[in-house]
């Protein structure tokens, strides 16, 4: 039974934004607020979930950070779309190692879907964590937002262009309840947009993450005003190539992008010279984007995997450096995902950059 029309509900035709976005977050329908997608059982595995590794590294950074911001009495961390909490949960067991940190950081979850708060606080059972739909109860600074697979996950807007003219991709209910995807001619406010950007420039085809900027513009608001900085680590590339990104995937394998839908995850590559572009506009600094093998081996994950190794059977230290393959790996998502940093500090001295 096609169930199609249940995301089409003021219009028949919607942007590719639009319409994805009612797929992954409608309240009743939605992929996110009515699936478990993380593990073995679900349809994909994060890195916090590939291993505890990985979350010890971002916390190491996250205190690291603090002592380049001058040690303030007052700290605020806030990931972005935790998942199912597994980050923040070793996050707050590694903070413990750095009492001083720990005594004075203030841990801020951005979650908007009930449902995978549901989840978290099950896992996460700490009555000093807080979970918050916006950024206006944080009064102070500085900032660390940190967002792991947070961006991919926000659909994103396609246009093509035919000639000198720009057209936007929408997709259409038809009275049988198929879908199809029609371009119509793009309205003067996103060409004006497109045209703003030079890393968008020579493209055939263009895809644009709107909703993504709309939500990193509330957060750069708040770096610029109480100091800060935003780490993001995201399956994308640095040169856009006119490709389509947007990708369906259901239990680990890949999806038609218009079947299951509601049931199956659907993601876009994130185009990470655009977003420098747009943190630098926005009145931020941007560290150079580097892969996530070259942090992790910058913050020191196999020297720390040695330490772990030295006190394990042979069984286990087989699954460590399995598991760290799939981190570091170029060919998996070492150098498949990217990091990118903005932040609004005199000290640009941040570890894992040069």
């Avoid at 841990?107 to 606080?121: A, V």
Wanted: charged content about 25%.
């Amino acid at each position: 039974m096609k169930r199609n029309h249940i995301f089409f509900k003021k219009s028949k035709n919607l942007p590719s934004d639009k319409f994805f976005r009612n797929v992954l977050y409608d309240k009743k329908f939605g992929y996110y607020t009515s699936q478990i997608p993380f593990g073995k059982s679900g349809d994909f595995i994060t890195s916090p979930k590939i291993s505890n590794i990985f979350s010890e590294i971002i916390a190491i950074w996250i205190v690291s950070s603090w002592e380049t911001f001058g040690k303030p009495k007052n700290f605020n961390i806030i990931e972005l779309g935790p998942g199912d909490g597994s980050l923040t949960k070793i996050l707050l067991k590694s903070f413990k190692k750095f009492p001083e940190f720990n005594s004075i950081k203030n841990m801020f979850l951005l979650e908007k879907s009930i449902f995978l708060r549901g989840m978290q606080k099950k896992k996460i059972l700490n009555k000093d964590v807080k979970w918050i739909d916006n950024l206006n109860v944080i009064k102070r600074g500085p900032v660390v937002f940190f967002g792991n697979e947070f961006f991919d996950a926000i659909p994103i807007k396609q246009f093509k262009k035919i000639k000198n003219n720009i057209y936007e991709k929408y997709y259409s209910l038809e009275k049988n309840k198929d879908i199809k995807e029609i371009f119509t001619r793009a309205s003067p406010a996103n060409i004006k947009m497109i045209k703003s950007y030079k890393s968008l420039k020579n493209l055939k085809f263009i895809e644009f993450p709107l909703f993504g900027l709309q939500e990193l513009k509330k957060i750069n608001k708040k770096i610029s005003k109480l100091g800060g900085c935003i780490l993001m680590i995201d399956y994308g590339y640095l040169k856009p190539n006119n490709q389509n990104t947007l990708q369906s995937v259901m239990h680990h394998k890949r999806n038609s992008l218009l079947d299951n839908l509601g049931k199956a995850d659907v993601t876009a590559h994130v185009n990470f010279a655009l977003l420098s572009e747009f943190f630098k506009k926005d009145g931020l600094k941007v560290k150079k984007i580097i892969t996530q093998r070259q942090f992790l081996e910058r913050m020191g994950i196999l020297e720390r995997a040695q330490i772990m190794s030295n006190k394990m059977k042979f069984r286990e230290q087989s699954d460590l450096y399995l598991r760290l393959k799939r981190l570091l790996g170029s060919n998996y998502m070492g150098d498949l995902f990217k990091v990118i940093m903005a932040y609004k500090f005199i000290n640009n001295n941040f570890a894992g950059f040069k």
